[in-house]
């Protein structure tokens, strides 16, 4: 399955949902997963538990999931599906378009810059937004977290995957095929920098410190002008 913007995979459940009652159901495990990963670990979350917070029996989240894991999986998705429409909802009402770069690097539109370079602090806000704010999210965030003795998932490909197909139109285009691959694993490396920093900014202030912010939004606009310029 694709997710609605053409983006990552979705991960399979055991039987989608056909009905809106159904649906409603599914949306209140996935609900109630997120807050009671605001109170426990992992370790300690469990399915009856999830069901008694949902109001469901326990057969309804066996309906969808095989285990835990396939639920927290499922709430990561989630989670960047929000992710995604909140930037684009953001970046709509603000107008910005990839034609508005041509005055940013001429200096026309002024210190802040305007078209990716805005899209990009859009991408910082709103992940901060949801790191503050979203239920389970400062958890699961985008890739639910396994125990030390599996293979660790790679949810950051996914997002770097996921934010490159969301901005395309604000990327410009005409690349031949070495600098789409370029632009990906500058994306990709974008993402990964931008993770291990803004970790360090919430391991400093609960809400986020501000400066670390302000010098990774620094630090992603002069690494990605080396390709999108």
Request: glycine residues 8%; aromatic residues 6%.
């Amino acid at each position: 399955m694709i997710g609605q913007d053409g983006g990552v995979p979705i991960p399979p459940l055991r039987r989608n949902p056909v009905q809106r009652r159904s649906a409603e159901r599914l949306g209140r495990i996935l609900d109630a997963c997120a807050e009671l990963l605001d109170e426990v670990s992992y370790e300690e979350l469990s399915t009856r538990a999830v069901a008694e917070r949902a109001g469901v029996p326990i057969g309804s989240v066996y309906r969808f999931f095989s285990n835990k894991r396939a639920m927290a999986e499922a709430l990561a998705h989630r989670n960047l599906d929000e992710y995604a429409e909140r930037i684009t909802r953001r970046l709509a009402a603000s107008g910005v378009s990839a034609t508005s770069d041509a005055l940013a690097t001429s200096g026309a539109a002024g210190a802040g810059g305007g078209g990716w370079r805005e899209a990009m602090d859009v991408v910082v806000d709103e992940y901060l937004a949801m790191k503050r704010g979203a239920p389970g999210f400062a958890l699961i965030e985008f890739g639910h977290p396994v125990p030390a003795t599996e293979p660790p998932e790679q949810p950051n490909h996914l997002v770097a995957d996921r934010l490159r197909t969301l901005l395309a139109d604000r990327l410009g285009g005409g690349r031949d095929e070495a600098a789409e691959e370029r632009l990906r694993v500058a994306f990709l490396l974008a993402v990964e920098t931008a993770d291990a920093l803004l970790r360090l900014a919430f391991r400093m202030d609960p809400e986020g410190d501000p400066a670390i912010v302000a010098e990774t939004k620094e630090l992603l606009r002069a690494y990605l002008a080396r390709v999108l310029d």
